[in-house]
Structures are given as structure tokens and as C-alpha cells.
């Protein structure tokens, strides 16, 4: 199949399938931050999960709001939510869904968490949106283009050296006692009296947006972080395993995110020190 001609180079279909792969990835996130909201700060409780991190109604009704759409829309292609496991397809593409990402949060009131959605190719994301749906902020990442929050083009900031630099992860509990020691070797070489604890996937949508320089967790699942690599290197950042080595769907979950990507080395120099 060949490309129209007013659209040139024999890239206008591969164009015209990712600009229908971002329509319904942004459908996806219109439906889960409807099913979302009228659970904000409603006094819903929580039940526990296997591992002991806590699942709501609200996660529940927006990974299934997103799933009706997707077994209607592209049947063929696989889908991985964190809530209701995985689908099998047979197209070589996943959406992988995180309905709400910091629900922790969202229990506390708070609106930093987020609704993940990624579309990942061969093991590597090519389309991730990090939707906010009380505030109503929406990050969009895609391979090759500007990362956009609500349309605008949003740029990571540069950061001189790893002193300067604003540090966040969600919290210190989530490592075990051998992470949380090379953390705290990077934590010591950043500005720790701007580091900021808490906020799970919205801290990489503050780190693509400019405010934050490095954001560093351990023990995340593809669910946690797929969404986050377009979003963040579209807006000049990037993303890696501790060992500096790009993610994928085999990585480990130990993750970072640097918004001057020319820091990079210097934080994974800083985690391999122990504090």
C-alpha cells in the first residue's frame, strides 16, 4: 500500500495509522478519567491486593471503560492492564493500561496520579499519554514528535550539574534496603533540599515539563513506566534502567528519568556509588 501523494517520502500511512492510534488513545483517556472522577475524594475505600498495594472501584471501572473501547476498536491487539492482566492478540502491539497510577494518592485526595496509556510496538513504547483527570492536564508523547501537554509543546530544562538538580521519587518505602543505598549515593549528590517525595507518574510529567531534573524509582512493572518514555523524551529528556540501558519490555524496573540527558552518566555513576 503506497501513500497518498500529498503526503510524500511513502510515509503518509505510517502518519495516518499513528494519528488514528493517538485519537484512540486519547479516547481511552477520556473514558477513564469519566469512570475516575465522580470516585475523587468520595470516601471510597480500597481492597487489598496480592501485594498488598490497594485497588479501588474507581481503577476497576476505568481499565474496564478502556477495554470495551479497545475489543470494539482493534480486537487484534494485545492489551496489558495492571487491574484485569492481559489479552492476547495477534497484531505485535500492546496497549498497556494503567488506570490509576498512584492510587495511594488518589485515596489521600490528592490529585497527582494519573491514568496511563501506552502503546508498545516490539517492546518498545511509541505513544504514551499521562492523563491528570481532576485537573484536567494531559501529557502526550509519540515517537518522533513534541511531547504536548493539552496540545502545547513542552520542553525538559537543563540541568549544569548533578547538584543543581531537583530529585523526586515517590517514596523512600518502595526501595528495598540495597536500592534505597544507591538512592540515597544519588540523592547525596543532587540538591536534597529540593528533593521531592510523592507523586508517582506525575513526577515524569513535571520532570517533561521542566520542573523537576531527575526522577529515580525501583521495582516498577511495564504497566508503571511504558507510558512515561515517549512522554519524557519527546520533550528532550530521557529514560533508562539504572544501568543507563534504554527500557523495554524485559527490563528489571529500576528506572530513571533525567530531563538533561547530557546527566545522564552522572546519575548512573551516582547509583552505582553506595551512599
Not at 493500561?97 to 516490539?122: N, S, W
Request: glycine letters at 12%.
Amino acid at each position: 500500500m503506497t501513500a497518498p501523494p500529498d503526503e510524500g517520502h511513502g510515509w503518509g500511512m505510517k502518519d495516518t495509522d499513528l494519528d488514528r492510534d493517538i485519537a484512540l488513545a486519547l479516547r481511552l483517556a477520556d473514558a477513564a478519567g469519566a469512570a475516575i472522577r465522580p470516585f475523587f475524594r468520595s470516601g471510597l475505600t480500597a481492597d487489598r491486593k496480592p501485594d498488598a498495594s490497594p485497588v479501588t472501584l474507581a481503577d476497576q471501572a476505568a481499565e474496564e471503560a478502556m477495554r470495551v473501547i479497545l475489543a470494539a476498536e482493534v480486537p487484534e491487539d494485545t492489551v496489558i492492564g495492571e487491574e484485569m492482566g492481559s489479552t492476547p492478540g495477534t497484531s505485535g502491539r500492546s496497549w498497556v493500561l494503567d488506570p490509576i497510577d498512584g492510587t495511594t494518592g488518589f485515596l489521600a485526595g490528592r490529585p497527582l496520579f494519573g491514568t496511563l496509556i501506552a502503546l508498545v510496538v516490539e517492546g518498545f513504547p511509541v505513544l504514551g499519554v499521562i492523563d491528570q483527570p481532576v485537573l484536567g492536564e494531559r501529557w502526550l508523547g509519540v515517537i518522533g514528535r513534541p511531547t504536548t501537554l493539552n496540545g502545547h509543546a513542552v520542553r525538559t530544562r537543563a540541568c549544569a550539574q548533578l547538584s543543581d538538580a531537583a530529585l523526586a521519587t515517590t517514596g523512600p518505602h518502595y526501595f528495598n534496603d540495597h536500592d534505597g543505598s544507591h538512592f540515597m549515593g544519588l540523592a547525596a549528590k543532587t540538591d536534597h533540599k529540593r528533593m521531592v517525595m510523592g507523586g508517582d507518574c506525575y513526577n515524569y510529567a513535571m520532570l517533561a515539563s521542566g520542573h523537576l531534573d531527575v526522577v529515580c524509582e525501583a521495582g516498577l512493572k511495564l504497566h508503571d513506566w511504558a507510558a512515561l518514555v515517549p512522554v519524557v523524551e519527546g520533550a528532550g529528556g530521557t529514560m533508562a534502567d539504572w544501568n543507563g540501558e534504554p527500557l523495554h519490555a524485559g527490563s528489571d524496573g529500576h528506572v530513571i528519568a533525567v530531563g538533561d540527558a547530557a546527566r545522564l552518566e552522572d546519575v548512573v555513576e551516582a547509583l552505582a556509588c553506595h551512599h
